[in-house]
């Protein structure tokens, strides 16, 4: 399979608690981003990554959210004492943008609950 | 006005219609206009970029009116795999990654 791959596909957790998620794009894709979605909405974008460097960031990022894309390839989402407000499908989407044409390719989503 | 605005329907169409739906946006500034699908509890998929001159692909023909600041879809000869979530994305700020804003989808229903 040679799409967005995104672990877990669902996390439980209690309130106050870490999580982290993995996405691991598309190979030759530079672009990386995180999404979050819930019901009803559409994708809020959080962030992105061009190659390792954190570009650009959402002001619904709080500083409990943090993104990390060390070499370039796999990005890592932490949500540091989780809120009930924080439950959602966080999406990751890679792109290698060609004159600026910005065709997102998604992966299947980590859904957060947060009891 | 919201930046990216859509009708979030539900849209119940018998197959074999033709459906139609707009996607207005606030920035006259931007650039870049797609159409993702989403089914029901999966991922957004690119269904097709939006040009200038508008563009068809198979049943389906996206077209931009600057003038006006919105976008369209059509499907013609529906279909009941059809059934989906129709998302409107627009760069709004002409350029940079965060300037990809969703609409909150129309919500399409092809019953038989």
């Known amino acids: 399979d040679t799409g967005v791959s995104q672990n877990p596909r669902h996390k439980i957790t209690k309130r106050g608690q870490n999580v982290t998620f993995r996405c691991d794009p598309i190979?030759?894709?530079?672009?990386l981003y995180w999404y979050r979605q819930t019901l009803g909405q559409g994708p809020e974008f959080l962030t992105y990554?061009?190659?390792?460097?954190?570009?650009?960031k959402s002001r619904l990022l709080s500083d409990r959210f943090s993104a990390e894309r060390p070499k370039g390839s796999f990005s890592t989402l932490e949500i540091q004492r989780t809120e009930q407000g924080d439950s959602a499908m966080y999406l990751c989407?890679?792109?290698?943008?060609?004159?600026?044409?910005?065709?997102?390719?998604f992966g299947s989503g980590t859904q957060l609950s947060v009891l | 006005r919201k930046e990216v605005e859509q009708d979030p329907g539900p849209f119940n169409v018998p197959e074999g219609a033709t459906v139609a739906f707009n996607c207005t946006y606030s920035?006259?500034?931007?650039?870049?206009f797609f159409w993702y699908r989403q089914d029901c509890r999966k991922e957004p998929k690119l269904l097709m970029s939006v040009y200038s001159s508008g563009n068809e692909d198979g049943r389906f023909t996206a077209q931009l009116n600057r003038a006006s600041q919105y976008i369209s879809l059509l499907i013609r000869d529906s279909k009941l795999s059809d059934s989906a979530t129709y998302l409107c994305?627009?760069?709004?700020?002409?350029?940079?990654?965060?300037?990809?804003?969703f609409g909150k989808g129309t919500h399409l229903i092809i019953q038989p």
């Open positions: 920035n006259s500034a931007s650039q870049s």
């Open positions: 190979s030759e894709h530079n672009r």
């Open positions: 989407a890679s792109s290698f943008p060609r004159t600026g044409n910005e065709k997102l390719f």
């Open positions: 990554f061009q190659n390792e460097a954190q570009l650009e």
């Open positions: 994305v627009v760069n709004l700020s002409g350029g940079g990654a965060d300037g990809l804003t």
